[in-house]
């Protein structure tokens, strides 16, 4: 795998783990009638990554780990296809 597509892989990966998270962050700002003004501050605090439930950077650094330790055509298979993969050989070996 060259340079720019692990690269690509690594950051595919690490985007797709921390969408859920991003989302559920920006759920957190409300629609109620709020002074513009407020606003803010209430983003600082929900943007704060020391009360996140999870680490990006860590997250980052786990795709990076399994990206780079694939060393045979059935690892990439599994990092391509992940858990899809794992359907399809139990469907497939019984």
């Known amino acids: 795998m060259t340079g720019t597509i692990r690269n690509h892989v690594i950051i595919e990966r690490w985007k797709n783990r921390i969408k859920p998270l991003m989302a559920t962050l920006?759920?957190?700002i409300t629609?109620?009638?709020k002074l513009i003004d407020e606003l803010p501050?209430?983003?600082r605090g929900i943007f704060d990554q020391s009360s996140w439930p999870i680490s990006p950077t860590d997250i980052l650094e786990e795709e990076k780990s399994k990206v780079e330790s694939v060393t045979?055509?059935?690892d990439l298979l599994v990092l391509f296809l992940?858990?899809?993969w794992s359907l399809l050989q139990r469907?497939?070996?019984g």
């Open 26 to 28: 920006i759920h957190k």
């Open 31 to 33: 629609n109620e009638q």
């Open 41 to 43: 501050g209430e983003m």
């Open 72 to 74: 045979t055509i059935l």
């Open 82 to 84: 992940g858990n899809h």
């Open 91 to 93: 469907r497939t070996l």
